[in-house]
């Protein structure tokens, strides 16, 4: 059985972690849980918005308000990570996969991923 996207981006964040390719890695992280979210949309016959901060409210509405604003956190560091000049450092990525766990195992209780 394949991995699903979501998961395959993961990976990779974690590998580019080893190394120190936490630009990289925050770019993996946020896109997989984006992947993540939209699997359990899709499976719920949810429309899915192309912009970051409507999925955000989708997560809301659904009532995981907390994981709505750690979602958002990921795609601003996401946003650090590929257009600012300054660089994502060991720390931040450390909170990220935290944030990134905490996402996930929410949507798990949907039973949908």
Known sequence: MSLSKWEVLYKEALKDIEVGNYNKAASAIYFSIRKAVEEVLIRMKLNIPRRDDK???????????????LF????????????????IDRN???????KYER?????TKLNRI
């Open 103 to 107: 996402i996930y195992q929410q949507l």
């Open 92 to 98: 931040e990525i450390t909170k990220a996969i935290e």
């Open 72 to 87: 958002m956190e990921l795609y601003n560091l996401r946003k650090k990570a590929d257009y600012s000049d300054e660089n």
């Open 55 to 69: 999925l955000a409210n989708v997560l809301k509405h659904l009532g995981f308000d907390e994981e709505a604003e």
